[in-house]
């Protein structure tokens, strides 16, 4: 099972910018699905964002699409989440994941989660 550690959440202002970032460990990164979801206080977890491997097809939530871009870095077993233009509704704890076997926005397809990063947008 992949360990997973995630950075660069923080406080930024409306129409700010961040970039999250996730540190793999344990099966080369190369060979997993990842993705972002976040959850915000009182509701459920939500996705963001996935990109596949080998070739980094990506998939977008609705409501982050052109603002939010994923990435990976396989050398450095590593995936980012740039965020741009953030407003209060980006608030939320944003959690890494990663998949064996599964490309998806599905929750219950990703067996490895991280401990999450919280991201506050002030407006």
């Known amino acids: 099972q992949v360990q997973l550690v995630e950075s660069g959440g923080g406080l930024v202002q409306a129409g700010g910018s961040l970039r999250l970032s996730c540190v793999a460990s344990?099966?080369?990164?190369?060979?997993?699905?990842m993705a972002w979801f976040r959850q915000a206080p009182g509701k459920e977890r939500e996705f963001v964002a996935a990109?596949?491997?080998?070739?980094?097809?990506?998939l977008y939530g609705d409501s982050v699409r052109g603002r939010f871009t994923i990435d990976r870095q396989n050398a450095k077993s590593m995936v980012t989440l740039q965020m741009n233009n953030l407003t209060s509704e980006d608030t939320a704890v944003y959690y890494c994941?990663?998949?064996?076997?599964?490309?998806?926005?599905?929750?219950?397809?990703?067996?490895?989660w991280g401990q999450g990063t919280q991201v506050t947008v002030s407006s």
């Open positions: 344990g099966p080369t990164l190369s060979s997993t699905y």
């Open positions: 990109i596949s491997r080998p070739f980094g097809m990506t």
């Open positions: 994941a990663a998949a064996r076997d599964t490309f998806s926005q599905s929750i219950g397809a990703y067996e490895s």
